[in-house]
């Protein structure tokens, strides 16, 4: 298949002016062979990395002969190189977690008693902006137990619930997350219930994280959007907002953990939607162009 075809019609030319001066250097007699990674085309048309090692064998006098390169996939290795460094992220994000969790329990105690005076010395029972951080304090207080276990994905504790009831519950803190920043957020669920079995612990994580995220790339007169849809027996969760959107760079590493391409970021929002997502047994999809 390769007779007659040139190594530049099926090679990536990255880094073409490193080639061409280690090639120069070695027909110059200045080194016997050199080594470089480059990705070529398979027949199929995706790309493999490889290393590649070149050596130019010459005749008794000295004179070049012929160029021998042998071409070594490394796409196992690299996908183990990756997988290795997510566990080392995933180990630090542990860490992190136990150091933060006390403290944040005893502050987020504070705010969950504060509230419960004010509404008994001042008769608030419905106040929608109390009751709005009444269940901000009780999902925080459930996320501090599921920062521990960012790191780890596996069986969770599933039950059977109607997210379009889940959903209209938690519509006041939908909004309230939103009314700081300026945005006006909607929700909309379908008339009839969507029963799903899921870790309703997680769903509070992909729910908050997605919409603070979604606060946070749009602008103060910007729009979001939360919808629930059911598709041939499949649920469909979506928030959308009207922000600029990412690069192609940007989107390709959204869901790494501490990656972040907003100033004053931590990079665990969307990390924390991707464990939990994955630990719903759920798939997770970005649609984002600039």
Known sequence: ??????????????????????????????????????????????WVPTL?????????????????????????????????????QHVAMQVMARGVAHDFNNLLQVVQSSVAFIRMDYQLEENEDLRAIKQAAEMAGRLTAQL??????????????????????????????????GQKISVTVPERPVHVSIDKTALE???????????????????????????????????????CGMTSEVKARALEPFFTARPGGTGLGLAIVNTAVTRCGCNLDIESEQ
């Open 1 to 46: 298949d390769l007779e007659g075809v040139l190594v530049r019609d099926i090679s990536q030319h990255d880094d073409h002016d490193r080639e061409v001066k280690l090639g120069n250097e070695m027909f110059a007699g200045k080194r016997t062979g050199y080594r470089i990674e480059k990705r070529f085309q398979h027949r199929d048309g995706n």
């Open 52 to 88: 590649m090692h070149l050596a130019l064998v010459r005749d008794d006098l000295g004179r070049p002969q012929m160029v021998v390169a042998s071409v070594i996939g490394m796409a196992e290795r690299l996908a183990l190189e990756e997988r290795r460094a997510l566990e080392v």
């Open 148 to 181: 521990q276990q960012l790191a780890r994905v596996g069986a969770s504790d599933h039950v059977r619930c109607d997210l379009t009831a889940e959903l209209n519950q938690r519509r006041a803190l939908l909004q309230q997350l939103s009314a700081k920043s």
């Open 205 to 243: 994580q992909v729910l908050l994280n997605l919409v603070v995220n979604a606060c946070q790339a749009t602008p103060s007169d910007g729009r979001i959007h939360i919808s629930l849809a059911e598709r041939d027996g499949t649920a469909e969760l979506v928030v959308a907002d009207t922000g």
